[in-house]
């Protein structure tokens, strides 16, 4: 072969060398990022091309599919009560993807999971028609009815936990949204899908995972388990050194209690009571911003919280001396999910352990063979149980003569902490109405609570925690209580 030939020959067996490692590449280590792109049309008519399996509350689905006619997409979702339910599924679109579970179990509603294998396999030699798998929830609906009902026309949000294995019973954001409106691929559906991101009240909006609020005085929670599990004070009815006024560090400013109220050296129980920011201030700065910090994260706070749908990070933050105060009574730069909030009843309620939150039970394969099962996991220990114990004093003295007493269940042991979260520039917008809690039987704690209501239409004067929150948290816990007789 002469030298010109053996160039070209050389030349073309480089090209034919990287034309078969560009398509081993392809195949094999792209291809599942290939085959799960979103913009991957053929993906998205896979999904559609059966009836998807269906996400289950209290044993019955909540979800369904229809065969739709003129389009490559064979199967159409819906939903049951889509605006009570969204929160929890999120949507299914044939146009616009998936969110929240509808999209982190796509797999297994599909069927196209690892995990249903065996199913598919079976389902070639049997000829049967391929189904996705279930999702079955720990949801109550009974509480979730409560939570939503509750929250009716106003903004606002509910999350609602088995403190003891941190199941999540309620999870409530509105005002919210029918998923069904754009689950299709008409331009009807993009017309809906638009409506809604327009909305400037953001009905798709999670406010229960996706919106971090001032907590407030609810936050009063956590100040106190840091001054016990630091040791500042030692006993809930020991008194505290809380001069009247208390002003704040480096700064000319007095931190004000809410109307006159027996603050001054006030006890830790009397201060939760009547809900004392100088008291509570104060031990924040006593404490420091670090151990303030230290604490805080104990619950959750500093770090996104998975359920498995994302539940943006709680924010205690870094900060100097009179911020760090503020957040002590949970204002400054105190922010705060009512997913966190709900996590602080619960590790109170029980009795220090604060338990993984969770909304998937288990998975389901079509013929209801169960392939997984939660197991509960306990996520930190904010509190020993002896300090728990105490807090838990404090807090059911707040709803038994507090302020909290719109939250009281005839023959049931109820904790409870009020807040109304100043915000805005000068604190110029309505407060936020916030609440949490927890109920107590003989078999201990089955439901602790967080309520956060954004009223714009009520009187600035009448916005409190006790008066708009309490009532909700209520209803949620006595629904939960009522739905395991």
Request: charged share 25%; aromatic share 6%.
């Amino acid at each position: 072969m002469n030298k010109p030939l053996r160039r070209i020959a050389i030349f073309c067996g480089l090209l034919i060398f990287a034309l078969l490692a560009r398509d081993n590449w392809l195949q094999y280590v792209r291809a599942d990022e290939l085959n799960t792109r979103d913009e991957n049309r053929r993906v998205r008519i896979e999904r559609y091309a059966h009836e998807r399996g269906n996400i289950i509350v209290d044993g019955d689905p909540i979800t369904g599919s229809v065969e739709t006619k003129g389009s490559d997409f064979k199967y159409k979702r819906i939903w049951k009560d889509g605006p009570m339910w969204a929160p929890v599924t999120g949507y299914s679109s044939q146009a616009f993807d998936a969110s929240q579970i509808e999209k982190i179990e796509d797999g297994i509603l599909t069927g196209n999971d690892d995990q249903l294998f065996f199913d598919r396999t079976m389902s070639m030699f049997t000829g049967e028609k391929k189904q996705g798998g279930n999702v079955v929830t720990t949801l109550n609906g009974a509480a979730q009815r409560a939570a939503f009902r509750g929250l009716g026309k106003k903004k606002g949000a509910v999350v609602a936990l088995d403190p003891q294995t941190g199941a999540i019973l309620a999870l409530a954001s509105t005002p919210s949204y029918d998923p069904s409106v754009f689950a299709g691929n008409l331009n009807s559906d993009t017309a809906a899908r638009q409506k809604l991101l327009d909305d400037k009240d953001k009905p798709m909006l999670n406010r229960a995972l996706r919106e971090t609020y001032p907590p407030g005085s609810t936050f009063k929670v956590v100040t106190a388990a840091a001054a016990l599990e630091n040791k500042l004070y030692t006993g809930i009815d020991d008194k505290t050194n809380s001069p009247l006024p208390w002003r704040l560090p480096l700064s000319t400013k007095n931190l004000d209690n809410e109307g006159t109220i027996p603050c001054e050296n006030a006890t830790l129980r009397e201060a939760l009571r009547w809900s004392c920011n100088s008291v509570f201030g104060k031990i924040s700065d006593d404490l420091g911003n670090d151990k303030m910090i230290e604490e805080a994260n104990k619950f959750g706070f500093n770090k996104e919280i998975f359920t498995p749908v994302r539940a943006d990070a709680s924010v205690y933050p870094k900060d100097n001396r009179p911020q760090n105060a503020m957040a002590g009574i949970g204002q400054a730069s105190n922010r705060t999910t009512p997913l966190q909030m709900a996590m602080v009843a619960a590790a109170v309620a029980n009795d220090g352990k604060l338990m993984q939150p969770y909304m998937v039970a288990q998975r389901t394969a079509p013929n209801l063979d169960v392939i997984y099962t939660h197991e509960k996991e306990q996520l930190s220990q904010p509190l020993s149980g002896e300090n728990a114990q105490k807090l838990q004093q404090m807090m059911e003295t707040v709803v038994k003569s507090g302020t909290g007493t719109n939250a009281l269940i005839d023959g049931v042991t109820v904790g409870g902490k009020t807040g109304t979260a100043q915000h805005g520039l000068n604190n110029s917008e309505k407060p936020y109405a916030w609440f949490i809690s927890y109920a107590k039987t003989d078999n201990g704690s089955p439901v602790a609570v967080a309520v956060v209501v954004e009223d714009g239409n009520a009187n600035r004067d009448d916005i409190s925690g006790g008066g708009l929150a309490a009532p909700i948290a209520r209803n949620v816990m006595k629904a939960v209580i009522d739905s395991k007789k």
